[in-house]
């Protein structure tokens, strides 16, 4: 199986890999690479191209380019099929043609490449699951990375265990717990052998123990998104690593029948629960679900006492996995028996926080906790910035730094001064033309004479004097060291997220387990 772009992308870009153009600060166009030839009379000479606002790039000079690296846009040959280019794709899109960009758009035409104006530059990153969080196609609300990434740990989720998901929605916090649970592919070797000493001193191999993969489990009603999701997911080369079902889990909960698709024909066919670790629910009503998340059969008493779901069942497709509610005598928990259990549920109203908790409590679920991410980025950057800014007149006001202002005010003081000196010099040589008996007629041209060679002679000193300074500095500092460091918060919060409720429930506790507390601490403890 190839790996993952997202989970080892190797060191330079390749074929028919998700790869990101970075084009500015939070825009990301995702593209799958391509070395294929133009395939018809449509596409363009070059093969496949990338159009951006900053410019078009066709994939033969993405490919093969160590991450990050900036690749500069290229004037990419439209020919002379231009006149049939009617084909339009938002920024990002791989339509040959042309582009539109802000309702602007550039049409191809005989002999006119398809960005003649506006070209850049892009910097080729690898896809992580934030940078994908940041250029997923929205199909939903999303979970962004400073929540998904608090969630994930406290959720403790580690390589190796099982995650549930529901809902699904675009899939941007299941890349992130793919990632998270990651300890390598199921179709890799299925099991692992430990080497320890055998009693008598040598070494013997152990049995064979089962690796137990890391898995998430992501549920979602809505059968378009759950196909889409789990077609990008084969695309991203998580398919093994995520299984996507179309479910309504309200209803019918999350254990699953076993899987028919060679996709994941690595499963044991009897895997009927996900024996998770770790839950996530992001879905407008958790507390219907939580009835599902037990170690045991609920008491029809419970049940009663707890809401009834009232969405109705999707409808089932062809390639995602279905089943019908399970009967309480067919109750199969979908919790991990050996682990307690840690739970997320993400919700934008009180309410909805209120109701939650409260079955929470009514399903003995303990350490029940909330908590809302209030996310605020530091901008952190070296600017040039004038000093008027910060409440300084004059001649200053254009000045980056206070030393250049200070530097400022000391030149035009001492051009101040040399103006003064050489004018009263200029006086003192009127004086002597007058006392030399030059006639009162040219005193008004000497005079005007001297002013001009004041001026001229101050502007040229001072003139020199800056392109010394400059100079200097120039020499001992770094050009990325240009201008001051400033960091400043954003100017008010994103709007309010979700709150976040946290809970545990302890893991099973087993007559095994309490024979074994009896024979170590004795009766009574
Ligand atoms: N966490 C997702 C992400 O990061 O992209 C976004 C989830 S979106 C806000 C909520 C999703 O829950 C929707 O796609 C909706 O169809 C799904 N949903 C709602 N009720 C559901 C149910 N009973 N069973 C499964 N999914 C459900």
Request: hydrophobic share 25%.
């Given at each position: 199986m190839a790996p993952s772009p997202f989970l080892d992308p190797g060191p330079t870009s390749t074929s028919n890999t998700l790869a990101l153009l970075h084009l500015k600060?939070?825009?990301?166009?995702?593209?799958?690479?391509?070395?294929?030839?133009?395939t018809s009379a449509d596409d363009y000479a070059e093969g496949?191209?990338?159009?951006?606002?900053?410019?078009?790039?066709?994939?033969?000079?993405?490919?093969?380019?160590?991450?990050?690296?900036?690749?500069?846009?290229?004037?990419?040959?439209?020919?002379?099929?231009?006149?049939?280019?009617?084909?339009?794709?938002?920024?990002?899109?791989?339509?040959?043609?042309?582009?539109?960009?802000?309702g602007e758009e550039f049409k191809g035409g005989k002999n006119q490449t398809a960005v003649t104006a506006r070209s850049g530059f892009v910097h080729l990153i690898p896809p992580t699951p934030e940078a994908w969080t940041l250029s997923l196609p929205h199909r939903t609300q999303v979970v962004y990375t400073p929540d998904y990434s608090y969630i994930l740990q406290r959720l403790r989720a580690r390589p190796g265990d099982?995650?549930?998901?529901?809902?699904?929605?675009?899939?941007s916090f299941t890349h992130a717990a793919a990632r998270a649970v990651f300890n390598g592919y199921p179709d890799e070797e299925p099991s692992i052998s430990t080497i320890e000493p055998a009693q008598n001193g040598t070494t013997a191999p152990t049995p064979k123990r089962k690796k137990r993969y890391g898995k998430v489990y992501s549920y979602e009603f809505h059968a378009p998104r759950a196909q889409q999701l789990a077609s990008e997911?084969?695309?991203?080369?998580?398919?093994?690593?995520?299984?996507?079902?179309?479910?309504?889990?309200?209803?019918?909960?999350?254990?699953?029948?076993?899987?028919?698709?060679?996709s994941f024909s690595t499963e044991a066919p009897s895997t009927l629960t996900p024996q998770a670790d770790c839950i996530f629910l992001d879905l407008p009503a958790p507390w219907l679900a939580l009835k599902h998340l037990t170690r045991s059969a609920l008491s029809p008493s419970t049940l009663h006492?707890?809401?009834?779901?009232?969405?109705?069942?999707?409808?089932?497709?062809?390639?995602?996995?279905?089943?019908?509610?399970?009967?309480?005598?067919?109750?199969?928990?979908?919790?991990?028996?050996?682990?307690?259990?840690?739970?997320?549920?993400?919700?934008?109203?009180?309410?909805?926080?209120?109701?939650?908790?409260?079955?929470?409590?009514?399903?003995?679920?303990h350490e029940i906790d909330m908590v809302e991410i209030l996310h605020k980025r530091l901008d952190v950057r070296r600017e040039r910035v004038g000093l008027a800014e910060e409440g300084l007149r004059g001649a200053n006001a254009s000045a980056a730094t206070v030393e250049e202002a200070v530097h400022r005010l000391r030149e035009v003081d001492g051009r101040a001064k040399l103006?003064?000196?050489?004018?009263?010099?200029?006086?003192?040589?009127?004086?002597?033309?007058?006392?030399?008996?030059?006639?009162?007629?040219?005193?008004?041209?000497?005079?005007?004479?001297?002013?001009?060679?004041?001026?001229?002679?101050?502007?040229?000193?001072?003139?020199?004097?800056?392109?010394?300074?400059?100079?200097?500095?120039?020499?001992?500092?770094?050009?990325?060291?240009?201008?001051?460091?400033?960091?400043?918060?954003?100017?008010?919060?994103?709007?309010?997220?979700?709150?976040?409720?946290?809970?545990?429930?302890?893991?099973?506790?087993?007559?095994?387990?309490?024979?074994?507390?009896?024979?170590?601490?004795?009766?009574?403890?």
């Open positions: 600060r939070d825009l990301l166009v995702p593209t799958v690479l391509s070395s294929a030839p133009p496949k191209v990338t159009n951006t606002r900053f410019g078009s790039f066709p994939h033969s000079t993405l490919l093969n380019q160590p991450w990050g690296t900036q690749i500069l846009a290229s004037k990419v040959d439209t020919g002379s099929r231009g006149s049939k280019t009617k084909k339009r794709k938002r920024d990002g899109g791989d339509t040959p043609r042309c582009i539109e960009e802000d099982c995650i549930i998901e529901a809902g699904a929605g675009s899939g997911l084969r695309g991203h080369g998580l398919a093994s690593i995520v299984r996507v079902t179309n479910r309504d889990v309200y209803n019918d909960g999350f254990c699953l029948p076993p899987l028919q698709t060679s006492s707890l809401s009834s779901p009232s969405t109705p069942s999707p409808n089932p497709t062809s390639n995602l996995t279905t089943q019908t509610p399970p009967t309480p005598s067919t109750f199969q928990s979908p919790l991990n028996p050996a682990q307690p259990t840690r739970l997320c549920t993400f919700s934008p109203c009180i309410e909805q926080v209120q109701r939650t908790i409260s079955t929470l409590r009514h399903l003995s679920w103006f003064h000196e050489l004018q009263m010099e200029a006086k003192g040589e009127d004086v002597e033309e007058k006392e030399g008996g030059e006639g009162k007629k040219e005193e008004g041209s000497l005079r005007g004479k001297s002013k001009f060679k004041v001026e001229a002679e101050a502007a040229r000193l001072s003139k020199q004097r800056r392109l010394e300074s400059i100079k200097a500095k120039a020499e001992e500092r770094p050009l990325f060291k240009e201008g001051r460091l400033l960091h400043r918060t954003e100017p008010e919060l994103k709007t309010h997220t979700s709150y976040l409720v946290f809970a545990v429930l302890p893991r099973a506790w087993t007559k095994e387990d309490e024979e074994r507390c009896q024979k170590t601490w004795g009766r009574g403890v």
